[in-house]
């Protein structure tokens, strides 16, 4: 059973919007914070947001106002809502989720291209 899973992503004009999910295997109990990170063209990567199992949130600066986080703490799922989408935030979208021990699981990635 593969850990974390992605889904969504694409092609999307400037300004418009885009969903991503992330789905982790396990139990309830054995996930604790689910978030996104994404690397961008030339490798650099940036920490996106986070949700906590209570279902705090924290968002990046450059993200913040524009991309929503949910959680379905039951299912182990995590969705990423993307508004007003930009060119700079093409980038290689990855999912991870914490479990306790310190273990991170990531998913494989899923692309995300802003178009002009």
């Known amino acids: 059973q593969v850990p974390v899973v992605e889904s969504g992503g694409g092609l999307v004009q400037a300004g418009g919007s885009m969903r991503l999910s992330c789905a982790a295997s396990?139990?309830?109990?054995?996930?604790?914070?689910m978030g996104w990170f994404r690397q961008f063209p030339g490798n650099q990567r940036e920490w996106v947001a986070d949700?906590?199992?209570?279902?705090?949130?924290e968002y990046s600066d450059a993200v913040k106002g524009r991309f929503s986080l949910s959680r379905d703490s039951a299912k182990n799922t995590a969705d990423l809502q993307m508004n007003s989408l930009k060119p700079e935030d093409t980038a290689v979208y990855y999912c991870?989720?914490?479990?306790?021990?310190?273990?991170?699981?990531w998913g494989q990635g899923t692309q995300v291209t802003v178009s002009e």
């Open positions: 991870y989720a914490d479990r306790p021990g310190g273990v991170r699981n």
């Open positions: 396990g139990t309830f109990s054995s996930i604790d914070l």
């Open positions: 949700i906590s199992r209570s279902g705090r949130v």
